[in-house]
């Protein structure tokens, strides 16, 4: 089928994922083709303490609609063992995600039928519509929700608990009405505002089988309640639904009014971002308590430590967000615990987790930045921020210098040892039961490069002693060259053996060239990492997370558990990753403006095509190892979206070339000087 002037293919989209999120950890999200393949699908997903306490509360829909050429459904469900019904639909003519998912259905009496889905920003609301744009004479909609009222990582289950009953708060006729939902005890309520009548008919629809967590190995068969019957006259305008769980003030009027108030507010904050990519940025950016964090990625992930302070350098700097960095960063600033920050933000009981020794690192590069973007565009910093902020980076120094969890600490060689047996603590950090796939005990190869960045910038913005800049760069070149191969071993001092070596050609080595504010490998040494990455580790989505032909590489991420953690970082191709590949590449090549727009063509503009595929208008978490690169895992992963923003509103923008000119020779300044730049 060709693209119609209604957006784009939706043959070729059918089983493309879409997302609206509300800014607190909720979202709506599902399939272009309308089945659900996920247990995270759904029309109402809240947070009860953003971003996380999720809970789906309306899990889809089944709507038909019927004119004078008979009843025809607009919607599919999938049923276990695989049986979809029904199978004879009106046919899908045409999708488009902007300003948000709106689907064109064609009726074989040739009535052409409109719907579309968008969520509120800052309100756990999702508003649905229904037009007929083509056609004449009577046609009615029936729209049957279906609920649950279960944390969102959990399947729901035919039981006698479920109250189906709802009470109807204002109207219910024609002119529509309002009514709420209240199926458990310490589940969130459910309101719905509606345009047409209400019918309670309540049921059970079971056995719905969500075919993405089959292939994952995991259960995958639901069962859902079907409390009543939406019913709808086309021919005498627009039906209309709105969902929403508690935290919306809803403004005066019907439900026409509230979704014509909803419509004017989401069109004018959408229309305010400059791009797709500004757009998906602000879906990771959230509430938490009265600051903000980001969200990993959607639909399962919360926030986590490591992939907040990477993806925060293009969600938030790049795009000129300072407040919302600077939130973020004070935020975390007192969860220092020896030397370390947790990798996950612990939630109201849980106790923080700390595996991660790149984690900590991360934040200082973050607050690096942010005080670099801060002075560049003549925003001052309130000096107790400063303050709080240098505090932060001067403790997390600290206690890697003198040793803290897991093994981590500074070896006699000013190099930063770390690991212990059973423990993950790189961003490689898959593990199944008791098993690390990668463990990486010793001197991993990108923790050294920022360590070593990590010591200069405690030096210009902490206060602390000039570190040793030289001799830790000779230090790190002497230990991680290889020279036979061109190219840096992985692990040096592997499991803490003095000499031994992991010569694995992983993209880890990139950080030594590119991604942070201080190379560590200039001139041929650099030239030549780079184009080994180049080609055995580039991919048009992304950096492959270990090369063809090394011992345990894997070529798809697919299967069970075990299969898919197994494949996860031996070969699976990572996009975040091409963000500091390509600012390496411009580097060894000096930074020049035609080198700037020639990685522009031939690195962004493909990895930019990806917002069109998996998760619309969003960049992938992974993807396989070998052609065609299917992408995998989570459809909308922040730091995806956040390196692909930093190379094109940074590292690949117009001018971009003049401003490294100037970054070369700050990077000569004394670390006294660069201090002194920083200062209010």
Same mark, same amino acid.
């Given at each position: 089928?060709?693209?119609?002037?209604?957006?784009?293919?939706?043959?070729?989209?059918?089983?493309?994922?879409?997302?609206?999120?509300?800014?607190?950890?909720?979202?709506?999200?599902?399939?272009?083709?309308?089945?659900?393949?996920?247990?995270?699908?759904?029309?109402?997903?809240?947070?009860?303490?953003?971003?996380?306490?999720?809970?789906?509360?309306?899990?889809?829909?089944?709507?038909?609609?019927?004119?004078?050429?008979?009843?025809?459904?607009?919607?599919?469900?999938?049923?276990?063992?695989?049986?979809?019904?029904?199978?004879?639909?009106?046919?899908?003519?045409?999708?488009?995600?902007?300003?948000?998912?709106?689907?064109?259905?064609?009726?074989?009496?040739?009535?052409?039928?409109?719907?579309?889905?968008?969520?509120?920003?800052?309100?756990?609301?999702?508003?649905?519509?229904?037009?007929?744009?083509?056609?004449?004479?009577?046609?009615?909609?029936?729209?049957?929700?279906?609920?649950?009222?279960?944390?969102?990582?959990?399947?729901?289950?035919?039981?006698?608990?479920?109250?189906?009953?709802?009470?109807?708060?204002?109207?219910?006729?024609?002119?529509?009405?309002?009514?709420?939902?209240?199926?458990?005890?310490?589940?969130?309520?459910?309101?719905?505002?509606?345009?047409?009548?209400?019918?309670?008919?309540?049921?059970?629809?079971?056995?719905?089988?969500?075919?993405?967590?089959?292939?994952?190995?995991?259960?995958? /068969?639901? =069962?859902?309640?079907? %409390?009543?019957? &939406?019913?709808?006259?086309? *021919?005498?305008? @627009?039906?209309?639904?709105?969902? !929403?769980?508690?935290?919306?003030?809803?403004?005066?009027?019907?439900?026409?009014?509230?979704?014509?108030?909803?419509?004017?507010?989401?069109?004018?904050?959408?229309?305010?971002?400059?791009?797709?990519?500004?757009?998906?940025?602000?879906?990771?950016?959230?509430?938490?308590?009265?600051?903000?964090?980001?969200?990993?990625?959607?639909?399962?992930?919360?926030?986590?430590?490591?992939?907040?302070?990477?993806?925060?350098?293009?969600?938030?700097?790049?795009?000129?967000?300072?407040?919302?960095?600077?939130?973020?960063?004070?935020?975390?600033?007192?969860? /220092?615990? =020896?030397?370390?920050? %947790?990798?996950? &933000?612990?939630?109201?009981? *849980?106790?923080? @987790?700390?595996?991660?020794?790149? !984690?900590?690192?991360?934040?200082?590069?973050?607050?690096?930045?942010?005080?670099?973007?801060?002075?560049?565009?003549?925003?001052?910093?309130?000096?107790?921020?400063?303050?709080?902020?240098?505090?932060?980076?001067?403790?997390?120094?600290?206690?890697?210098?003198?040793?803290?969890?897991?093994?981590?600490?500074?070896?006699?060689?000013?190099?930063?040892?770390?690991?212990?047996?059973?423990?993950?603590?790189?961003?490689?950090?898959?593990?199944?039961?008791?098993?690390?796939?990668?463990?990486?005990?010793?001197?991993?190869?990108?923790?050294?490069?920022?360590?070593?960045?990590?010591?200069?910038?405690?030096?210009?913005?902490?206060?602390?002693?000039?570190?040793?800049?030289?001799?830790?760069? !000779?230090?790190?070149?002497?230990?991680?060259?290889?020279?036979?191969?061109?190219?840096?071993?992985?692990?040096?001092?592997?499991?803490?053996?003095?000499?031994?070596?992991?010569?694995?050609?992983?993209?880890?080595?990139?950080?030594?060239?590119?991604?942070?504010?201080?190379?560590?490998?200039?001139?041929?040494?650099?030239?030549?990492?780079?184009?080994?990455?180049?080609?055995?580790?580039?991919?048009?989505?992304?950096?492959?997370?270990?090369?063809?032909?090394?011992?345990?590489?894997?070529?798809?991420?697919?299967?069970?558990?075990?299969?898919?953690?197994?494949?996860?970082?031996?070969?699976?191709?990572?996009?975040?990753?091409?963000?500091?590949?390509?600012?390496?590449?411009?580097?060894?090549?000096?930074?020049?403006?035609?080198?700037?727009?020639?990685?522009?063509?031939?690195?962004?503009?493909?990895?930019?095509?990806?917002?069109?595929?998996?998760?619309?208008?969003?960049?992938?978490?992974?993807?396989?190892?070998?052609?065609?690169?299917?992408?995998?895992?989570?459809?909308?992963?922040?730091?995806?979206?956040?390196?692909?923003?930093?190379?094109?509103?940074?590292?690949?923008?117009?001018?971009?070339?003049?401003?490294?000119?100037?970054?070369?020779?700050?990077?000569?300044?004394?670390?006294?000087?660069?201090?002194?730049?920083?200062?209010?």
């Amino acid at each position: 089928m060709p693209t119609t002037d209604q957006g784009q293919d939706p043959d070729r989209l059918h089983d493309a994922e879409w997302i609206e999120t509300d800014g607190l950890g909720g979202f709506a999200s599902g399939t272009v083709g309308g089945v659900r393949s996920r247990r995270y699908h759904a029309l109402l997903l809240a947070a009860t303490r953003p971003p996380a306490g999720r809970f789906v509360l309306v899990n889809g829909m089944h709507a038909v609609v019927t004119t004078t050429g008979g009843t025809t459904p607009l919607s599919s469900q999938r049923y276990h063992p695989g049986v979809t019904h029904p199978g004879r639909t009106a046919r899908l003519a045409g999708f488009r995600d902007d300003p948000w998912p709106t689907w064109t259905y064609r009726l074989a009496d040739g009535a052409v039928i409109e719907q579309e889905i968008f969520v509120r920003r800052g309100a756990p609301v999702v508003a649905l519509s229904w037009r007929r744009v083509a056609g004449k004479g009577p046609a009615t909609l029936e729209v049957r929700p279906f609920l649950s009222g279960r944390d969102y990582h959990a399947l729901h289950h035919e039981n006698p608990a479920f109250r189906f009953d709802a009470s109807i708060e204002a109207g219910n006729g024609a002119g529509g009405g309002r009514l709420v939902w209240r199926p458990y005890d310490g589940v969130p309520p459910v309101t719905a505002w509606f345009s047409g009548d209400y019918r309670a008919s309540a049921d059970w629809y079971r056995n719905f089988l969500y075919e993405e967590e089959r292939a994952r190995g995991l259960d995958c /068969v639901e =069962d859902l309640a079907a %409390p009543g019957l &939406f019913r709808f006259d086309l *021919d005498r305008g @627009e039906a209309v639904l709105i969902l !929403a769980a508690p935290g919306w003030d809803p403004p005066a009027g019907d439900a026409f009014a509230a979704i014509r108030s909803l419509r004017a507010a989401e069109r004018r904050r959408r229309s305010s971002f400059a791009s797709r990519l500004h757009r998906a940025a602000d879906d990771y950016i959230v509430r938490r308590g009265t600051g903000s964090t980001i969200v990993a990625g959607y639909p399962w992930f919360t926030d986590w430590g490591r992939d907040t302070f990477i993806a925060l350098r293009g969600l938030a700097l790049a795009t000129g967000r300072l407040d919302a960095a600077r939130d973020i960063l004070l935020e975390w600033a007192g969860a /220092v615990s =020896d030397g370390m920050l %947790p990798n996950r &933000f612990p939630d109201q009981g *849980d106790e923080p @987790e700390f595996n991660a020794v790149d !984690a900590s690192l991360w934040y200082v590069i973050a607050v690096h930045d942010y005080l670099r973007g801060c002075a560049a565009r003549g925003s001052k910093v309130p000096r107790a921020e400063r303050a709080r902020l240098a505090a932060a980076v001067g403790a997390i120094l600290d206690g890697y210098t003198r040793g803290t969890r897991y093994g981590i600490r500074m070896d006699s060689d000013g190099l930063l040892a770390a690991g212990v047996e059973g423990v993950q603590l790189t961003w490689m950090d898959a593990k199944v039961g008791d098993w690390v796939v990668t463990p990486r005990i010793g001197k991993p190869v990108e923790v050294q490069a920022l360590w070593i960045n990590a010591l200069r910038i405690g030096a210009e913005i902490a206060g602390r002693q000039a570190a040793r800049w030289d001799d830790l760069v !000779a230090a790190f070149r002497r230990r991680f060259w290889n020279e036979p191969g061109g190219f840096l071993h992985d692990v040096v001092d592997v499991h803490h053996v003095p000499g031994t070596i992991d010569p694995a050609f992983r993209p880890n080595q990139i950080f030594a060239v590119g991604g942070l504010p201080y190379p560590l490998l200039e001139g041929d040494p650099g030239r030549r990492v780079v184009d080994a990455v180049e080609a055995r580790l580039w991919t048009p989505l992304g950096l492959r997370s270990l090369a063809p032909g090394e011992p345990g590489f894997t070529p798809r991420y697919e299967g069970g558990i075990q299969e898919r953690d197994g494949a996860y970082h031996q070969g699976t191709v990572w996009p975040w990753l091409l963000g500091p590949f390509v600012e390496a590449w411009v580097r060894v090549r000096g930074g020049t403006s035609g080198a700037v727009r020639e990685a522009r063509e031939r690195f962004l503009t493909p990895l930019l095509a990806h917002l069109d595929e998996a998760g619309l208008g969003h960049i992938s978490e992974i993807a396989d190892a070998e052609p065609p690169h299917l992408p995998r895992g989570c459809p909308f992963q922040a730091w995806s979206v956040g390196e692909a923003l930093r190379l094109s509103e940074e590292v690949l923008a117009p001018g971009a070339a003049g401003r490294r000119s100037a970054g070369r020779r700050r990077k000569v300044e004394s670390p006294a000087r660069a201090r002194a730049s920083l200062r209010p």
